[in-house]
């Protein structure tokens, strides 16, 4: 295993959190779009299943892309900047 610092762990944990709310906020959009009464679909299990394994790829996706920036500032920001209270 690798011998890190724990604070070093924790820094992105910023940016997991993010990525998090991101993925999860688009999941519940979907569910609730797809719970609109106005939507008669007759699919069956497997095409739900589908369409949500898609819709979540794609979130994650998105935030990847959304929590990117947020990630480079993470790693290449200084320890002395990293270690103040506005980070924690």
């Known amino acids: 295993m690798l011998n890190v610092p724990a604070g070093r762990t924790l820094r992105f ?5 993010a990525a998090s709310a991101i993925v999860a906020v688009s999941c519940l959009t979907r ?18 299943l589908g369409i949500f394994g898609f819709g979540l790829l794609f ?3 998105a935030a ?3 929590v990117t920036p947020l990630v480079l500032w993470l790693a290449l ?12």
């Open 31 to 48: 569910v609730f779009l797809a719970l609109r009464p106005d939507v008669a679909v007759t699919w069956g299990f497997a095409d739900w």
């Open 13 to 17: 944990a910023p940016a997991l959190a």
């Open 77 to 88: 920001a200084p320890d002395r900047i990293a270690r103040r209270r506005l980070y924690r």
């Open 64 to 66: 990847l892309y959304l």
């Open 59 to 61: 979130d994650a996706v």
